[in-house]
């Protein structure tokens, strides 16, 4: 199984060990995984702003860089919806649209395309789990309260697989952090409140990491953490799924 691999530019420029435990993950689980060099953005800041006609050179450059792989794997719910709702090039239409088929977020690809039912992961401490909206709402990788289904996660399937970890969940765990790409910047204070709500209830839960599949919503959190001088930290769920601790 020939798989790309998409690192989005956040992780590749903030927090290049997200990427590199990824390519691991992928690589012990027995895929054989390709970094196109010439990838850079997939478009999604301008999409998000209202201007994906000023993506088409994005476009045209990911078609180039990742036609021909069975599957795209990337560490970045958002991203990877970006690519499967937005991705077009007139040139290549039939490339483009094998892309937009075969593009998959990490928890996604391993629960659905390689049905993974162990790890050999471990990671001993108590872990709260975020639930990004892109992943969840956007690429179904969760339940979500808007829609009467059976409850489920994939990132909780995962974790629940790894060796020594206490999974934690807040009450209200559906609700956006308050990143929502440019709406940081746009409505900077509905996003900060947002945050703050959002980290107050893993407080309450005592949690010593918050991870989830997404590391803008993790970044957010981040920051205000930080500026809170808390002593909880963020981590992506590729370096849990690829601990060995």
Do not use: W
């Not at 301008?46 to 795209?72: H, P, Q, W």
């Amino acid at each position: 199984m020939k798989v790309a691999l998409f690192i989005p530019c956040y992780i590749d420029q903030f927090y290049p060990q997200v990427g590199i435990s990824t390519l691991q993950l992928l690589e012990k689980l027995g895929c054989e995984v390709v970094f196109p060099l010439q990838q850079t953005c997939c478009g999604q800041p301008m999409a998000n702003s209202g201007f994906a006609n000023l993506s088409t050179g994005c476009d045209k450059n990911f078609v180039k860089n990742f036609s021909g792989f069975d599957y795209i794997v990337a560490p970045s719910g958002s991203c990877v919806l970006h690519v499967k709702e937005h991705l077009n090039d007139n040139t290549h239409p039939t490339e483009a649209k094998k892309i937009r088929e075969s593009v998959y977020e990490l928890t996604e690809f391993l629960i659905d395309v390689l049905q993974v039912k162990e790890l050999t992961a471990r990671f001993p401490y108590k872990v709260g789990l975020h639930n990004s909206c892109h992943g969840q709402r956007g690429l179904g990788l969760s339940s979500m309260t808007e829609r009467m289904l059976p409850v489920f996660s994939k990132l909780e399937q995962l974790l629940t697989m790894v060796k020594d970890i206490q999974l934690s969940k807040p009450k209200r765990n559906y609700e956006c952090c308050g990143f929502g790409g440019t709406f940081c910047v746009f409505e900077e204070a509905v996003s900060v409140k947002m945050g703050k709500d959002r980290i107050a209830q893993h407080e309450a839960n005592e949690v010593e990491y918050i991870t989830g599949g997404d590391t803008s919503c993790l970044m957010h959190m981040e920051g205000i953490l930080n500026r809170q001088g808390s002593k909880i930290k963020t981590i992506h769920i590729a370096e849990i799924l690829n601990s060995a601790l």
